[in-house]
């Protein structure tokens, strides 16, 4: 890996730029080392009754709330984890984005948008039967955050 | 036969009876079809309040009113606002009094359960959806929505009852993580002009038992084997149940 190193001027904001072919836990971690969650902090811990399981985030398509509890969806499983859903949105990858008031989702999972006569759309996800809604609020920020997600698949 | 079939065999036969009087143009003069016509709605809205369905009992009779709109001075250009107070009291009405409903469901079905007096979140609101699950295991689950979309993602280990009530809406359940109760469970529909789509185990033998009046239940295949069997009730009018097997 080529590690190149940019200096800035005063008033620029210091960013770190990973180019990668694809997210690997590898370069999670490495982003989460540098602190690329919105803001660095614990990651997400997983749970199925009393049982800890240790996934990778590039594996979650969605996080849901459900009652009292957040759930974290995989292609066909779902894990309880901690942490409430602000801070996960807090801390967790920019391909993590709010969807709506009890949804994060996975943008690199997301297969298609569906839009609603009320304007809200269905998301579905690739190789999984889940699906769940965009609410108005939020369609727009998932809109530009797919297309950012298909700018970088291109480079 | 059941009685609920016979009754709508009837209403049924009698639609179209109407139809070929008024294409073969008897009794058009002495307002014969209207007439029956009236009559067979008034029956489908009087089942319809009997059994606490307000949206389906008032419609009916809008459409009464505008079979007989010259004879009671109702202008053409306000028919229309008719249709809508039908709707719009139906729905107000079902808001007010589902506790009512639920509780008659309850003792017809589930006599003892938690419906009958159990909180319930999301009604009453012009959009609104919510769920509600009783219970440590998850056995009873309660999905709600008018006027919007839903899903929701059953977790249970322990699985005895679930309530679908949507109104206007579209609502996907999915049970790919239940477990059913070793006594069996049941699914209550009551879907109202809108869309119902139920993700199901290939495990499960569903035992559909839905009154549907213009509407449909698509999909349910008959397992063959020892499979839990899961009853599926309720009422669709105007709407779709639709079983997907996961």
Redesign the interface.
């Known amino acids: 890996m080529r590690v190149r190193i940019e200096m800035v001027g005063e008033d620029d904001p210091v960013e770190a730029v990973i180019y990668c072919r694809k997210v690997t836990p590898e370069v999670e971690e490495l982003a989460r080392q540098f602190g690329q969650g919105k803001n660095a902090g614990p990651q997400p811990t997983f749970y199925k009754g009393e049982e800890q399981y240790y996934l990778t985030l590039s594996e979650i398509l969605f996080f849901?709330t459900?009652?009292d509890g957040v759930?974290a969806?995989t292609e066909?499983?779902?894990y309880e984890t901690r942490q409430r859903l602000y801070e996960l949105d807090a801390i967790l990858p920019h391909y993590f984005v709010r969807i709506s008031r009890s949804t994060i989702a996975n943008t690199l999972h997301i297969f298609s948008i569906q839009r609603?006569l009320?304007r809200?759309g269905?998301v579905s996800f690739r190789g999984s039967?889940?699906?769940?809604?965009v609410s108005r609020m939020y369609s727009n920020i998932l809109k530009e955050r797919m297309e950012e997600r298909y700018l970088y698949e291109k480079t | 036969m059941r009685k609920h079939s016979i009754f709508w065999g009837i209403i049924l036969l009698g639609g179209g009876v109407l139809l070929l009087l008024n294409a073969l143009g008897i009794g058009t003069q002495f307002d014969l079809v209207p007439m029956l016509g009236s009559i067979l709605l008034l029956a489908i809205s009087v089942v319809s309040l009997v059994q606490l369905n307000f949206v389906m009992g008032f419609l009916p009779l809008s459409v009464i009113a505008y079979l007989w709109r010259d004879n009671i001075g109702l202008p053409d250009k306000n028919i229309w606002l008719v249709f809508v107070a039908a709707l719009l009291l139906g729905i107000g009405l079902s808001s007010i009094f589902w506790k009512a409903k639920r509780a008659r469901f309850a003792g017809r079905h589930h006599r003892g359960d938690k419906w009958g007096s159990g909180d319930k979140c999301g009604h009453g609101d012009w959009s609104s959806a919510g769920t509600v699950t009783s219970s440590e295991d998850g056995e009873f689950v309660d999905v709600d929505s008018n006027f919007g979309e839903h899903v929701k993602y059953v977790r249970s280990t322990n699985l005895k009852k679930v309530k679908i009530d949507g109104n206007f809406s579209s609502i996907k359940v999915y049970f790919d993580q239940c477990q059913i109760s070793p006594e069996g469970a049941t699914i209550y529909v009551d879907c109202n002009f809108a869309g119902v789509i139920l993700y199901v185990p290939r495990t499960w033998n569903l035992d559909n038992q839905i009154h549907v009046f213009a509407g449909s239940v698509d999909g349910i295949t008959l397992s063959s084997g020892d499979y839990t069997s899961v009853a599926l009730i309720g009422e669709v009018h105007f709407g779709e149940v639709k079983i997907v097997y996961i």
């Open positions: 849901e459900d009652g759930f969806h066909k499983d779902s609603g009320t809200v269905l039967y889940k699906e769940v809604y």
